[in-house]
């Protein structure tokens, strides 16, 4: 097992293109996400997300299609999450090659699904996210699912402790308010989660540059994640699939 901090790309899919939404809303078109995942291939990722974010709202369901082309290209372990709603879907996805299943909407809305996956895979397969706010008054967050559209009455916190007893073996919290932004992680928010649970923490939403890494590892994430900083670059957002040198994520073993 590496020793170094896993630094994860996250590529959003719609309609099976790779897309890159800024705060959950909008989607600016980047392009073939296979064509994506063969130059992470060739950058040597540690670990890559696939997230299709319309599977839940639109009720489309897992697009297994899009998932087989996945799983034959990718030489990394790939996490998929989107539209996920049983045990039996999330072997399915497991038997094609996916290594992990994301949950987000189902953990809320179906919790017993997220112990039903974890006892049929086990728990480091089973990861829910937790997407957050922070609130309009008052301190803190709330945490959202359906694609930041509805409200769960939990504190980033208590979502991720719930996550844990249901069986989650990780959490990815996302920074709802940082997405796309490239001003760094809600350090804060990665804090707080990472010290209601035990399990693995995966950081993501506001990744501009190496140098955010980092703080949030320092603030207790096991890992970090980032959409936008892998495949867009500059202030027009030109499409540009890059990733950090083997020497810059061999530095990070420093931070936590």
Not at 28 to 49: C, M, S, T, W
Not at 53 to 81: C, Q
Not at 97 to 121: C, F, Q, R, W, Y
Request: charged share 20%.
């Amino acid at each position: 097992m590496s020793v170094f901090p896993r630094v994860i790309p996250v590529l959003l899919v719609s309609d099976g293109y790779l897309v890159k939404p800024v705060k959950f809303k909008g989607d600016h078109y980047v392009g073939d996400p296979i064509n994506a995942v063969r130059i992470f291939n060739e950058k040597q990722v540690d670990e890559l997300v696939i997230c299709d974010i319309d599977a839940s709202v639109k009720g489309t369901g897992v697009n297994y299609g899009l998932i087989e082309e996945i799983a034959s290209e990718a030489f990394m372990p790939v996490g998929y999450g989107g539209g996920v709603s049983s045990a039996a879907e999330a072997k399915r996805i497991t038997g094609i090659g996916i290594e992990k299943v994301v949950l987000n909407t189902t953990a809320v809305e179906s919790p017993h699904v997220v112990t039903e996956i974890s006892d049929a895979l086990g728990a480091s397969s089973t990861v829910v996210s937790v997407d957050a706010r922070k609130k309009t008054l008052g301190a803190g967050w709330e945490t959202f699912v359906r694609r930041g559209s509805k409200k769960t009455g939990m504190t980033p916190a208590e979502a991720a402790r719930r996550a844990q007893e249901l069986g989650a073996g990780e959490v990815l919290v996302s920074s709802i308010d940082r997405e796309s932004s490239r001003s760094g992680y809600d350090v804060a928010l990665v804090r707080a989660v990472s010290e209601a649970v035990t399990v693995p923490v995966i950081a993501l939403g506001g990744a501009g540059g190496f140098e955010d890494f980092a703080p949030a590892l320092d603030a207790g994430a096991s890992a970090v994640a980032a959409g936008t900083m892998f495949v867009l670059n500059g202030k027009h957002r030109a499409v540009l699939i890059s990733y950090p040198t083997p020497a810059q994520v061999r530095s990070l073993a420093g931070a936590s």
